[in-house]
Structure formats: C-alpha cells, structure tokens
C-alpha cells in the first residue's frame, strides 16, 4: 500500500498574523485543494492523511465532499514542531511493508509524474526525494553580514517534497532523531541518522512552496497554466 501523508498544520508566519496560507485561493482553489486534489488524481495513492491544527477537521472534510476528492483520507492532529506533525501522521498508517510520501500542504504545484518518480524510487533505494539543481551561486555566512565560505555549485540540490519512504525506513529515521532530542525541518535528514541513502530524484518542472506573499502570484500563474500530469 502506498500512503501519503500531507504536513497542513503549520502556522505560517511568514505571511502574516491572522493569515492560513493553505486556505488562500490560488487559481480558482484554496492552496490546499491544489495540493490534495493532485494525490488524489495519482495512480499511486491508496490512501491519504491530513496532519491539520486541532479544529480544523471539519473545514477539510468540506473540502474534500466540495472537489470531490474520491481516495480515502482521514485527519489527524498536528503536533508541536514539522516532526512531530509527521510522526503524528506515521502512527496511523497500519503495518511497516508499505511506502509512504511526505508532502508539504503549501507546495501545490507537484505533478501526477512527479509522485510516480517519488514512489517508484523509494521501492527500490528505501528513499527518495523530489529535487532540482541548485542554478545560483551559494554561498556560507556565519551571521549573514560576509561571506564565510565558498561552495561548489554543481553538487548542491535544492531538495522539496514528496520525499518517498519505504514505512520501516522512516519510522526508524524519525524515532532515532527524537531519541537525540532533534527536531528536523526535512525528512531526508533523519535518514542519515541511521545510515539510509537517499535518492534524488529531478523535478522536472517548478514546485514552488507557499511561504510569503511574494510567492503568491507566481505560484497562482503556474497554476492557472501548469499541467498537473
């Protein structure tokens, strides 16, 4: 079985006191929406779980008779940090044999294709994430006043989501980072606490995340003009 689970809990700061980002309309849609209704539409996808804030079960639910989502899903409580909102997720997904993705709920853009890549590369490597080559030049900064350091472009990923899992991989992954008392933005980064490689997998196409509200028109055009396959 292939599970998916959508991280929606978050407070999203960056956009402004008062403000959901992930019921913002984009398109026609709440941010949200975009985002389920393309797991939804993949092949791959048996089931999804919706980590969303305490209270806002019933606004998801509404969502889902509104667009018609037709997998079956459920919600679950979010926690206190991203890790604990995927951790949270993780503990409702039966059995250990299965696949799991984790999505970012304000990345909308993410292909059908892109899901199927994610998915068939954590079968074989154990995990995968979706990526795109770095096209700036980086550089490192200890306060953020100078440049400390110099790196080499051509081996930076710029990584997003879904990042595929085989469900006994991750389960270990986050249960090693909590033992450490780490909280963890990424999910990839906790494999390598336990030795998991994890595969790269380009992302063809532009998959913006919602996060202030410069992001929004860009986004909003690509939606409007993207095919979501």
């Known amino acids: 079985m292939n599970s998916v689970v959508i991280v929606a809990a978050g407070s999203g700061t960056r956009m402004g006191p008062g403000i959901d980002k992930l019921f913002l309309e984009l398109a026609g849609r709440p941010v949200i929406a975009h985002t389920w209704a393309r797991f939804d539409a993949a092949a791959d996808v048996d089931e999804i779980v919706l980590v969303v804030r305490a209270g806002l079960e019933a606004a998801f639910a509404e969502l889902a008779a509104q667009y018609g989502f ?17 951790w949270n ?18 990345r909308p853009c993410v292909t059908t294709a892109l899901i199927t890549a994610v998915f068939a590369a954590a079968a074989v490597d154990g995990a995968a994430v979706a990526a795109q080559r770095t096209v700036d030049t980086v550089k490192e900064s200890d306060g953020g006043t100078w440049i400390t350091g110099h790196l080499d ?9 879904p990042q595929a899992f085989r469900l006994s991989v991750i389960r270990r992954a986050i249960a090693a980072a909590r033992e450490r008392g780490l909280q963890l933005t990424d999910d990839t980064a906790a494999c390598g606490l336990i030795q998991q490689r994890v595969r790269l997998v380009p992302s063809e196409t532009p998959n913006p995340k919602v996060t202030s509200r410069a992001d ?11 095919n979501p396959a």
Not at 153 to 161: D, G, I, M, S, Y
């Open 70 to 86: 037709r997998r079956p899903f459920r919600c679950v409580a979010g926690g206190r940090e991203r890790q604990d909102s995927v």
């Open 89 to 106: 997720g993780l503990a409702t997904i039966a059995g250990d044999d299965g696949l799991v993705a984790i999505h970012d709920g304000a």
């Open 153 to 161: 472009r051509a081996r930076l990923w710029a990584v997003q989501t």
């Open 216 to 226: 929004l028109p860009l986004i909003e055009w690509q939606l409007r003009t993207q």
